[in-house]
């Protein structure tokens, strides 16, 4: 059965910090890796989605990076602002595409 | 563009009734999933389908039922709702490549 970690379960930067989201699972069959950002009470918004072929994706401010051999993923974001604040979900896809999740890291970025 | 929407937004059930949480996309995905999300869980995966008139367990289950009659539309029903269903409920559409996400619906059994 698939596993999906994220550390740190919470995070707490001051603004324009660079950071680091790591996450990691157990089995390297995938087809993909996908990172989500998730506000209070809001549903999910891709931010950035990794072929199992691919090393990494960037978007703006974002990057995200894929070891398969591993195990790993990171999600760098650059330059973080307030707005960044919101949970980030890593998500894996197995058969048929299902997507195991981690639970998330909560992430605070203060002005 | 509406992506995938979810009916209600909102509920409030007894215990022991009925209802069922309405799915649809407009992208012609093949692959619809029902996950639930609960604090400290995360999202669990509760039924999928990967095609019209197909539909499988996911991890979490017991106490639903699903049904994908028309290819845009992925039907989840709680027969006997109890205390322990309360949660958000999102679904999910894939072609294999992306996904897209509703923006849920918060169900609680009292």
């Known amino acids: 059965k698939q596993e999906v970690t994220q550390i740190p379960a919470a995070l707490s930067v001051p603004e324009g910090e660079n950071l680091v989201l790591n996450c990691s699972f157990t089995d390297s069959a995938i087809y993909n890796l996908q990172w989500f950002r998730q506000d209070p009470g809001k549903g999910l918004t891709s931010l950035l989605l990794i072929q199992s072929s691919q090393r990494e994706q960037t978007s703006g401010r974002l990057n995200a990076s894929l070891d398969k051999s591993s195990g790993r993923s990171t999600l760098y974001i650059a330059a973080s602002q307030p707005g960044d604040s919101a949970t980030y979900l890593c998500?894996?896809?197995?058969?048929?595409?299902?997507?195991?999740f981690g639970k998330g890291t909560l992430l605070t970025v203060n002005p | 563009n509406a992506g995938v929407t979810q009916t209600p937004k909102f509920r409030v059930l007894k215990t022991g009734q009925s209802m069922t949480l309405l799915c649809a996309q407009d992208?012609?995905?093949?692959?619809m999933y029902w996950y639930r999300q609960d604090p400290g869980m995360g999202l669990r995966l509760i039924h999928y389908s990967v095609g019209e008139g197909t539909t499988a367990k996911g991890e979490v289950p017991d106490g639903y039922n699903v049904s994908r009659l028309k290819k845009q539309n992925f039907l989840l029903g709680l027969e006997s709702a109890a205390p322990s269903q309360t949660s958000v409920y999102f679904c999910?559409?894939?072609?294999?490549?992306?996904?897209?996400f509703g923006s849920g619906t918060r169900l609680t059994v009292v």
């Open positions: 999910a559409s894939s072609s294999g490549v992306g996904y897209t």
């Open positions: 992208m012609n995905h093949e692959y």
């Open positions: 998500a894996v896809a197995g058969s048929n595409y299902k997507l195991t």
